[in-house]
């Protein structure tokens, strides 16, 4: 799987860079992820693109029929999606 930020052009890549520190990264739920893992800014940085993916399928926008959920395995986050009723 290609990284969101290989995707992005360069131009946007300051927008994408203060989404993910202004939004993604203030989110309460992933605070507490990072923090109930222990993580370095090194692991963080790791898994941004969960992150982000994470973020953005919580939005109730999108209808989704399924509730995200955060996991980690070795510092590796990973999203598995809980059905809702």
Do not use: A, G, W
């Not at 890549?13 to 993580?39: A, G, H």
């Not at 941004?48 to 070795?74: A, G, R």
């Amino acid at each position: 799987m290609k990284k969101v930020s290989n995707v992005i052009p360069e131009k946007s890549n300051k927008k994408y860079e203060e989404f993910i520190s202004t939004r993604v990264l203030n989110d309460k739920d992933i605070i507490d992820f990072i923090q109930v893992n222990n993580f370095t800014k090194e692991d963080i940085y790791n898994n941004l693109e969960k992150f982000y993916q994470y973020y953005i399928s919580k939005d109730t926008l999108l209808n989704i029929e399924h509730k995200p959920k955060l996991v980690c395995s070795d510092k590796e986050v990973n999203i598995v999606y809980q059905e809702t009723d």
